[in-house]
């Protein structure tokens, strides 16, 4: 089977600045129970993705293209770009933003907890 992702718009996505585009490979039922989004990020100029906590859950980032800062669980900032890897634990807080000129695309997958599918 071959078909199109799903694209949709967020704003102020967990709180964040401004519009955040998601475009998703795989719906939540085709995850099978082992997470809840596999989509490609797109976070514009000068937005982010508001700073929040995984219970139950962890969500790995591979940056694709453009450059941005990683906020992670300790407040902590690091600044990212294409073929960095951002991992958040079980548990734990983060946020990304993009403060330059140029788009910020991300891989992002939510995996559930081992025993914990909703």
């Known amino acids: 089977m071959v ?16 519009t955040i585009e998601l475009r998703h490979i795989l719906a939540p039922e085709e995850l099978m129970g082992h ?3 596999y989509a490609h990020v797109v976070i514009p100029p000068h937005c982010s993705l508001g700073f929040h906590q995984h219970i139950e859950n962890t969500e790995p980032y591979y940056v694709i ?19 960095d890897v951002c991992v958040i634990e079980v548990g734990q807080s983060h946020a990304i933003e993009n403060p330059n000129e140029e788009p910020l695309e991300i891989m992002a997958l939510v ?5 914990k599918c909703d």
């Open 35 to 37: 997470g809840t989004m």
């Open 65 to 83: 293209k453009g450059k941005g800062i990683f906020v992670d669980n300790d407040g902590s900032k690091t600044e990212i770009a294409a073929g």
């Open 111 to 115: 995996i559930n907890q081992r025993g």
């Open 3 to 18: 078909r199109k992702t799903n694209v949709v718009f967020k704003e102020n996505l967990r709180g964040g600045e401004g």
